[in-house]
């Protein structure tokens, strides 16, 4: 069971390149001046946009000072509906296959010939996290909830080429995005409550079908645990349709995260 806590909690960070891709500079050099509307209005354009969305995924991190090896798998998305990943371990074997709706989460653990199958409110309520599917697949591709100029408690310039905007809020949160001046892409994101908190890095973007994506993600997440982990893209492809097999086999037994 504690096997199965320790993957879950890796699966919303991120619990994801074309041949032609071009890689972006990691330090941005862009020292422009632009109000909070522009600032705002810049980001929505920049925005990454997809139906489908996959790429060839590697995942590394620790939970609570015990780190796991690396894994590497597939990541399909299509937009609003489902997330898919298959993970593999030592010569490519897979161990996991996931599988994310808006309303579900089911997960199929090879090795140990298990599986779970939970409405994912109650899978997050049972982690100490606070995140939709929509969350997930904006963190997934480096995208952030549409900023409304009436929430904004501050915007200010952090050194060169970056700008933070801070929203408003109740003393015991924050949400706070670090953007790039010369990519309006976010480069940290952290959001957190009285009872949990999420640290999100983004670096090395990269164009797929001229729209920029970081192809690392770097993410920190304390809530009943505390987890960390970086998850690296390769092989991304765009709009092109993959299917998401999910196959439980009969005899394998289902377990439950309390």
């Not at 982690?127 to 599917?133: A, E, N, R, V, W």
């Not at 993410?219 to 893209?233: E, L, P, Q, R």
Request: hydrophobic share 40%; glycine share 6%.
């Amino acid at each position: 069971m504690k096997k199965l806590r320790c993957f879950l909690l890796f699966l919303p960070v991120a619990v994801m390149l074309l041949s032609s891709c071009a890689s972006w500079r990691k330090t941005p050099r862009a020292d422009i001046s632009l109000s909070l509307d522009q600032l705002i209005e810049k980001v929505e354009e920049n925005a990454f946009r997809y139906e489908w969305f996959s790429a060839k995924l590697g995942l590394q991190g620790e939970m609570d000072n015990t780190t796991f090896p690396r894994l590497g798998g597939q990541l399909r998305m299509q937009k609003d509906k489902a997330i898919w990943i298959s993970a593999n371990a030592f010569l490519g074997m897979e161990m996991v296959r996931l599988k994310i709706t808006p309303d579900s989460i089911w997960m199929v653990n090879k090795m140990q010939d298990t599986y779970l199958a939970e409405p994912l409110p109650d899978l997050m309520r049972k982690i100490g996290l606070d995140l939709s599917f929509s969350d997930i697949q904006k963190i997934l591709v480096g995208n952030v909830s549409i900023i409304n100029a009436n929430d904004v408690k501050a915007l200010q310039k952090v050194g060169r080429g970056l700008y933070r905007i801070e929203k408003q809020g109740d003393a015991a949160k924050l949400e706070r995005y670090d953007i790039l001046s010369d990519l309006f892409k976010i480069s940290n994101a952290v959001r957190s409550s009285d009872k949990w908190k999420a640290d999100l890095g983004f670096d090395d973007f990269i164009t797929i079908g001229n729209q920029c994506i970081p192809s690392i993600i770097n993410a920190n997440f304390t809530g009943k645990s505390h987890i960390s982990a970086v998850v690296t893209y390769s092989n991304m492809t765009l709009n092109d349709p993959k299917p998401m097999p999910l196959r439980i086999d009969e005899n394998y037994e289902r377990v439950y995260l309390k």
